[in-house]
């Protein structure tokens, strides 16, 4: 996937969360909640496109 549509889909994720947030009337802890998922998600998203989700995957720790 070429990085300018990297770009994009994080723009466009971007502004759809701005807009839920500024204009979805919700509680405080559930817009912190959706931040931190759709964040996570992204942050996976974009380790499975560069190929880095695999490498994290069979990371061990210790022994």
Known sequence: MPLLEVVIVLIVV????????????MA?????????VVVIALIV????????????MNLRVGQ
Do not use: E, R, T
């Open 28 to 36: 405080s802890a559930i817009k912190s909640l959706l931040n931190a």
């Open 45 to 56: 998203w974009i380790l499975k496109v560069f190929g880095l989700w695999h490498s994290i």
């Open 14 to 25: 971007g502004v759809i969360l701005w807009l839920i947030n500024s204009y979805v009337p």
